[in-house]
């Protein structure tokens, strides 16, 4: 006779060691020796690059319609024309655009520099695509073309490795192809598309060091860590290649626009509380203390003064020709705010050797306080159509135009408008309603997700977001534009993308829940589809009549 087996005890109550099972969770040192393999990389790289490769055709599309200089234009073409010709930016004649756009390159630019508020890097890539196609609209639109779809195969690559889904990329990557400020942007030579696109690179490489960190930590960890004296392994951790590829990431970042710096802060304090908290996993006590000196001091080291260095090194078309500032620049109307005087370097006999690096240096120094004395006190009483306040760029409060062709009258370039009425092209620089209307909600779900579920790929979203978007309002007192907030739209689209995959679920396996999901997730990327088929002809200077683009013009703030 056989008796039944007794009862299994009942489990434990969940904890923080315990899974919904009741099963033993494993330690940080044990889950980073057994990482779970991604998908396929080889799938994961082809998707990725196709999605690119779409975005690359939408980008080249027509690329040099409209033919003239759009908006910041005329400043970006030319500097970078110059960079390219003289080393530095010169001064230009009057009409030198009509010139240019008329095929005459030749004197169209003086002797003297010209007073550049940014930096060099997006303009010497812009001057690459002027010097592979020539001084045309094309040649100096293309690079801004390619480092957007590059962008887009780098949001496939950073979505992918946060969410572990080849499926969770593409869909991050095609997000950022049809948005339409992104897509404007990446057919104009402005230095936003190039500083985002840095600006990616630096948190992609940041986010990567993380993964490395953990897996080299568990490699060197013969196992878990429990006195309290302990370190954890440092000299196997003093040199990161990914911060390393971080540091030139966010120099080049810096040296496109100064707003990178904000983000470069941020993400560099987080790599630090990343290093922190992953020794803590490990059995490390005190470890927030003691990853200033393990982690903390290398980090700097490799993120920022590499950056520096990077930096400095952006500028060598300038410093070769500092002679030429400090003759010509060296007393303007910025070096004399608030009391300034000339340029020290300005009476200062010419040096030789290392004194003249020296000199240089200086001079570049002078020069940046000039500056960022223009950005932040000649600009506070001026005005301009487009300008709008950063508390609302994130649910499109003020487009900008940047080309425009209007009141063209029936009959004439292909115009078939009714009579008493008239057609149009323009160029808006306009964001998808469709993506930063549901990203400014993702946001706040992964606000809550990041403080409530302490899921640390939410904390690159939030980060991200406040350091690229919050430093605006302070300087809401003087003309800035929406389309800054380029920098801000990858983590938009991370927000977004965090968001499908909650709703998609961790489980391919059919269910009510599953189904609902997919419906719901794939009519929202058919509504990005068709917000962006619908924006489409004022993105690119598209023959509208004048009801055809009422239609498209939803709020009279975007007029």
């Known amino acids: 006779m056989t008796t039944a087996a007794p009862p299994e005890p009942p489990k434990e109550r969940v904890g923080l060691s315990t899974n919904a099972a009741g099963d033993a ?25 196709a999605v690119a490769l779409l975005a690359l055709f939408l980008r080249l599309w027509h690329l040099g319609k409209p ?191 100064w707003e990178a710096l904000y983000p470069l802060a941020a993400f560099g304090l987080l790599a630090w509380l990343w290093s922190a908290g992953a020794r803590r996993s490990f059995g490390v006590r005190w470890s927030l203390p003691k990853s200033v000196l393990a982690d903390g001091v290398p980090a700097f080291i490799q993120i920022v003064l590499v950056g520096v260095i990077v930096y400095i090194a952006s500028w060598s078309g300038w410093l070769a020709n500092a002679h030429t500032y400090e003759e010509h620049l060296s007393a303007t109307q910025y070096t004399h705010y608030n009391g300034g005087k000339d340029w020290p370097t300005r009476t200062e006999p010419d040096a030789e050797g290392l004194s003249e690096v020296t000199q240089s240096l200086r001079s570049l120094w002078y020069y940046h306080q000039d500056v960022y004395a223009f950005h932040t006190h000649f600009l506070n009483d001026s005005s301009h159509t487009y300008a709008s306040k950063p508390s609302g760029w994130l649910l499109l409060n003020r487009p900008v135009g940047v080309a425009a062709d209007t009141d063209i009258k029936p009959g004439t370039q292909g115009c078939d408008a009714p009579a008493g009425s008239d057609c149009l092209r323009q160029v808006l620089l306009l964001g998808s309603p469709a993506i930063w209307w549901a990203g400014s909600l993702a946001l706040l779900f992964a606000l809550v997700m990041w403080v409530g579920a302490r899921d640390w790929r939410y904390g690159v979203v939030v980060v991200g977001a406040a350091s690229t978007w919050l430093p605006w309002l302070q300087y809401d007192d003087r003309p800035i534009f929406s389309f800054y907030a380029i920098i801000t739209l990858p983590f938009m689209v991370l927000a977004i993308t965090m968001a499908i995959g909650r709703l998609l679920g961790r489980t391919t396996a059919p269910s009510r829940r599953r189904t609902a999901g997919v419906v719901v997730v794939g009519a929202y990327l058919v509504l990005v589809l068709l917000n962006f088929a619908w924006f489409w002809p004022i993105w690119t200077n598209e023959l509208l009549t004048h009801s055809e683009w009422v239609d498209r013009i939803w709020f009279t703030r975007w007029i």
């Not at 010139?99 to 169209?108: C, F």
């Open 67 to 257: 033919r003239e200089f759009e908006f910041d234009e005329t400043y970006y073409a030319k500097d970078a024309w110059s960079l390219l010709h003289h080393g530095y930016a010169r001064d230009y004649v009057d009409k030198a655009n009509e010139h240019i756009l008329a095929g005459q390159t030749s004197g169209q630019w003086k002797s003297t520099p010209e007073m550049a508020v940014h930096p060099d890097v997006g303009k010497w890539l812009i001057a690459l695509g002027e010097k592979a196609f020539g001084m045309d609209p094309f040649g100096w639109r293309v690079s801004a073309a390619v480092a957007g779809a590059l962008m887009v195969l780098l949001m496939c690559r950073l979505a992918r490795r946060l969410t572990g889904s080849t499926l969770l990329g593409c869909i991050a990557g095609l997000l950022l192809c049809f948005d339409g400020l992104h897509f404007v942007l990446s057919r104009l030579a402005l230095l936003d598309i190039f500083v985002a696109f840095f600006i990616l690179c630096g948190v992609h490489c940041i986010v990567a060091d993380r993964d490395w960190y953990r897996a080299t930590m568990a490699r060197l960890v013969p196992e878990q860590v429990n006195d309290f004296r302990a370190w954890g392994p440092v000299r196997g951790l003093l040199f990161r290649p990914w911060l390393v590829a971080a540091g030139v990431s966010w120099g080049l970042a810096v040296g496109t626009k």
């Open 25 to 49: 969770v494993p330690s940080a040192w044990q889950r980073a020796r057994t990482r779970m393999r991604a998908e396929d990389p080889f799938v994961g790289w082809a998707s990725s690059i």
